[in-house]
């Protein structure tokens, strides 16, 4: 029989007691999120597009 593990808790409770685990429910925080979901939207952007030509490419290299 299979037995669930799961520390988040008390990973969570250990972080908590070092401070490591804070809010971010400022408008600072919330300036900085926006700018990491732009930021990866970009790169998300980036590897669909480098993918899509490296595929192009080998599909001409097959061909030739």
């Given at each position: 029989?299979?037995?669930?593990?799961?520390?988040?808790?008390e990973?969570?409770?250990?972080?908590?007691?070092?401070?490591?685990?804070?809010?971010?429910?400022?408008?600072?925080?919330?300036?900085?999120?926006?700018?990491?979901?732009?930021?990866?939207?970009?790169?998300?952007?980036?590897?669909?597009?480098?993918?899509?030509?490296?595929?192009?490419?080998?599909?001409?290299?097959?061909?030739?």
């Amino acid at each position: 029989m299979a037995t669930l593990i799961n520390k988040t808790e008390e990973v969570m409770a250990e972080l908590e007691k070092q401070g490591k685990v804070h809010l971010m429910n400022t408008p600072e925080d919330y300036a900085m999120i926006k700018r990491i979901d732009d930021y990866m939207e970009e790169v998300r952007r980036d590897f669909l597009y480098k993918s899509a030509r490296s595929e192009i490419e080998a599909a001409k290299i097959i061909l030739d």
